[in-house]
C-alpha cells in the first residue's frame, strides 16, 4: 500500500507541475460539450421554402400563411413560372418549392383531393426525407381546416388512427439525445489520452529506471498511475452534467448511484486501455496519435452516439462488442433520459467491467513485460 501511495502522489505532483495539462484535462471537455451541444443538431428547422401559387384564391393564400405559421419553413420568395423552379434549386435559393395549381379551392370546395407539388432539393437525403415529411403532415392539417372553413364533407377517414405520445424527451430536441453521448465521448477521450502518457512520459524522462530498481509490482504502478485520473475524470463528468442541465436542460430523471457506478466501470475499462497503449509505446507523441485514433474516432462512429449500431453491418456490430463507449453511451442514455433502474443497464454495466478487466490484466502484462523483462 505504501509504494502505490507513493506513485499516487508522485503522478499528482507531475500533473500539478503541468497546470496546462490539467486545464486542458477538465475544462477542455466543458468548451467541447458547450460547442458540440450548439453546433450538432439533428433538429431540421427553417427550411427555405419558395411557394408557385396559380390558383391565387383566398383558399391558397391561407394554405401557404398557414404554412409559414412555424418555425420549420421560411419563405424563400414567390415564383412566377414553373421555370423558376429549376434556378430556384439549383442556387440554394430555396431547400423546396411548393406548386399550388389552379382550381385548388375549387377542388377543396367540392370536397375532393387538392393536390399541391413539392419539389424538393434531394441533395441532402435526411433533410429532404425531413421536409417531405413536415409537408405532408402540414398539409394534411391544412386540407382538414380548409374543408371545415368551405363547410365541405371531409374526405373518408380511417377508422384508426395512430395518435403518438412522446416519452423521455417530448420536445424531441437533439441536445438531449446527443448531451450523454457527448459525455462518453469526452470522457473516453480524456481517460484514454492523460494515461496513455504517463508511463512513457517516465520512460522519456528517464526516470523509469529509479522504478525498475524499486520493490514496485507492476499492479501498484498501473493502479497508483491510473487513480489521480479517476478524480480529475470525475470531477470533469460533474463538471460537464451541470453543464449539461443548465445549457441544455438535461437533467439526470435516474439514480445518482447507479450513474456513478456506470461512470466508474467506464473509467476502470478507458484508463486500462490508456495504460496498455502507453505501455506498448515509446514515445508521447505515438502515444498520443494512437490514442486520439483508438479513442475519438470509435466513439463517434461505432458507439451509437450518432450512427444506430443495429443499422451497421453485421461484422461491424461485432466489432462494436469491445469497445466500452457503446455500452457507456446506452447506460447514460437509459439512466439520464428514462431514470432506468439497474434491471434495465445491468448488462452495459457488466460489459465494461469484463472490459475494464481485459484490458487492465492486459496493461500490467505488457507493463511488466516491457519494464521487468
Known amino acids: 500500500m505504501k509504494r502505490f501511495w507513493a506513485i499516487f502522489k508522485k503522478e499528482f505532483r507531475q500533473i500539478g507541475r503541468d497546470p496546462l495539462s490539467l486545464g486542458l484535462l477538465i475544462f477542455i471537455p466543458a468548451l467541447l460539450l458547450v460547442l458540440y451541444g450548439y453546433a450538432l443538431s439533428f433538429d431540421v428547422k427553417h427550411i427555405r421554402v419558395a411557394a408557385a401559387d396559380y390558383d391565387r384564391t383566398p383558399e391558397s393564400r391561407d394554405f401557404l400563411d398557414g404554412l409559414f405559421e412555424n418555425p420549420y419553413f421560411d419563405r424563400a420568395g414567390a415564383l412566377g413560372s414553373s421555370t423558376e423552379a429549376d434556378a430556384v434549386l439549383d442556387r440554394g435559393r430555396a431547400r423546396a418549392v411548393l406548386v399550388i395549381p389552379r382550381g385548388y379551392a375549387a377542388d377543396l370546395a367540392r370536397g375532393g383531393a387538392a393536390d399541391v407539388q413539392a419539389l424538393v432539393d434531394g441533395a441532402d437525403a435526411t433533410t429532404a426525407a425531413t421536409t417531405i415529411g413536415y409537408l405532408d403532415a402540414l398539409a394534411e392539417r391544412a386540407a382538414l381546416e380548409a374543408q371545415a372553413d368551405l363547410r365541405a364533407t371531409p374526405a373518408a377517414r380511417p377508422a384508426v388512427i395512430a395518435v403518438p405520445r412522446v416519452w423521455f424527451n417530448p420536445e424531441l430536441e437533439s441536445a438531449k439525445f446527443l448531451v450523454p453521448g457527448l459525455i462518453a465521448l469526452l470522457l473516453m477521450l480524456s481517460a484514454v489520452v492523460a494515461t496513455s502518457l504517463s508511463i512513457v512520459r517516465e ?171
Open 203 to 373: 520512460r522519456e524522462r528517464e526516470t523509469m529506471e529509479q522504478m525498475m530498481v524499486s520493490p514496485l509490482r507492476p499492479e501498484e504502478l498501473v493502479l497508483g498511475k491510473t487513480l489521480p485520473y479517476v478524480l480529475i475524470c470525475l470531477a470533469t463528468m460533474a463538471m460537464v452534467l451541470l453543464l449539461g442541465y443548465v445549457l441544455f436542460g438535461v437533467a439526470i430523471r435516474g439514480s445518482f448511484l447507479l450513474l456513478g457506478l456506470a461512470t466508474l466501470l467506464f473509467l476502470f475499462a478507458a484508463l486500462g486501455m490508456g495504460v496498455l497503449i502507453s505501455a506498448v509505446t515509446r514515445s508521447q507523441q505515438v502515444a498520443f496519435q494512437v490514442a486520439v485514433i483508438a479513442s475519438l474516432l470509435p466513439s463517434i462512429i461505432l458507439s451509437g452516439f450518432i450512427f444506430p449500431i443495429r443499422n451497421m453491418p453485421l461484422p461491424i456490430q461485432g466489432v462494436t462488442l469491445i469497445l466500452a463507449p457503446r455500452y457507456f453511451v446506452s447506460a447514460l442514455r437509459k439512466i439520464i433520459l428514462k431514470g432506468a433502474p439497474f434491471q434495465a443497464v445491468w448488462m452495459d454495466l457488466l460489459a465494461m467491467l469484463l472490459l475494464g478487466v481485459a484490458f487492465n490484466l492486459l496493461a500490467a502484462h505488457k507493463t511488466r513485460k516491457a519494464l521487468w523483462s
